[in-house]
């Protein structure tokens, strides 16, 4: 049974960081690439980051550039989204999923970004 919990999540200051932890399970971690999706609130879910099954990553969302880094351990089937710098318009809560895309979704980490 295909399964993602996300971790990491809390409340931090503008300027700030979190480093967000997805632990996959049920299916082979090392063969599929990852992304890193956000729902603000009252928005819909979007896409922020995707990396490699190799560690590979492609453009991140333009409005995360050059402050989040997505990566990856296989041997943990772990993935990872380092952001730095972050903003009040980064508030959401945070889910991973593979690609494709499986139907079943973690209960995602909140990060709250305020002063």
């Known amino acids: 049974q295909v399964q993602f919990v996300e971790s990491g999540g809390g409340l931090v200051q503008p300027g700030g960081s979190l480093r967000l932890s997805c632990v996959a399970s049920?299916?082979?971690?090392?063969?599929?690439?990852m992304s890193w999706y956000r729902r603000p609130p009252g928005k819909e879910r979007e896409l922020v980051a995707e990396?490699?099954?190799?560690?590979?990553?492609?453009p991140y969302a333009d409005s995360v550039k050059g402050r989040f880094t997505i990566s990856r351990d296989n041997a943990k089937s772990t993935v990872y989204l380092q952001m730095n710098s972050l903003k009040p318009e980064d508030m959401a809560v945070y889910y991973c999923?593979?690609?494709?895309?499986?139907?079943?979704w973690g209960q995602g980490t909140q990060v709250t970004v305020s002063s």
């Open positions: 990396i490699s099954s190799s560690g590979f990553t492609t």
């Open positions: 999923n593979a690609r494709p895309q499986r139907p079943v």
């Open positions: 049920g299916f082979t971690f090392s063969r599929y690439a």
